[in-house]
């Protein structure tokens, strides 16, 4: 099967700049996770859906991120306006089921703020 | 809160050498347990996981992880490294009814030759 794709794998953008990223996950999978990786530190959860729906976005760090699910397919992940502290790898996930299914995770974007 | 600990930022371990990476948990109630491996400009890719039952799981590539409720421990080990091997480990939980993933800040192996 299709792994999980992200694009683009680099975004070199200027403060204040718009940058979108999109995931398409692997073809069936209901269950779609993002998460980010800023330099040096843990991976950090910003969102789930199931389907179209966001289950949670508890992880979301402020209003500047906004992330959709399209009729449940690929995703979109927003940060409007970019600020520097917004620079990492930002992950895409996948999974069939339940969370003691294994993420299936794209090769990140890498974005840098400048 | 969930928290992950990967005291190691790196172990290097020489070929054919028994290997070990570290990573202690703390979740509420029982653990979901998981075991990545990331190679350069790559996405991470499943190792193993640990959800119930016996205590020593076996996963990919040869490697195997040890749950130890009693120490909150899920160390990842294998019993003879190749230089192959040598990426950034990461060992993430969760409890039951959770969606959200805790990694741990990795921990990066090398295989000397």
């Known amino acids: 099967e299709a792994g999980v794709t992200q694009f683009p794998s680099h975004s070199v953008i200027e403060k204040g700049q718009t940058v979108t990223l999109r995931c398409d996950p692997i073809?069936?999978?209901?269950?779609l996770y993002w998460y980010r990786r800023v330099m040096g530190k843990e991976i950090k959860f910003l969102l789930h859906?199931?389907?179209?729906?966001?289950?949670?976005e508890s992880g979301m760090p402020n209003n500047r991120f906004l992330a959709e699910r399209t009729g449940g397919t690929y995703s979109t992940l927003k940060v409007q306006p970019a600020e520097l502290e917004d620079s990492g790898v930002y992950f895409c996930?996948?999974?069939?089921?339940?969370?003691?299914?294994?993420?299936?995770f794209g090769n990140g974007t890498r974005l840098t703020v400048t | 809160a969930q928290s992950v600990a990967q005291p190691e930022d790196q172990v290097n371990v020489a070929e054919g050498n028994p290997l070990t990476v570290k990573c202690t948990y703390s979740?509420?109630?029982?653990?979901?347990l998981f075991w990545y491996v990331q190679y350069p400009n790559r996405g991470l890719q499943f190792l193993l996981k640990?959800?119930?039952?016996?205590?020593l799981v076996k996963g990919s590539y040869g490697f195997e992880a040890e749950f130890n409720k009693s120490q909150t421990s899920f160390h990842l080990k294998k019993p003879s490294a190749l230089v192959s091997d040598s990426a950034l480990y990461f060992c993430?939980?969760?409890?039951?009814?959770?969606?959200?993933?805790?990694f741990g800040k990795g921990t990066k192996l090398s295989v000397i030759p």
């Open positions: 979740v509420s109630g029982n653990p979901y």
């Open positions: 859906f199931v389907k179209e729906s966001k289950q949670d």
């Open positions: 073809s069936g999978h209901d269950n």
């Open positions: 640990y959800i119930t039952g016996d205590n």
């Open positions: 993430a939980a969760t409890g039951a009814g959770s969606y959200q993933l805790t």
């Open positions: 996930a996948s999974s069939r089921g339940p969370l003691n299914s294994p993420l299936h």
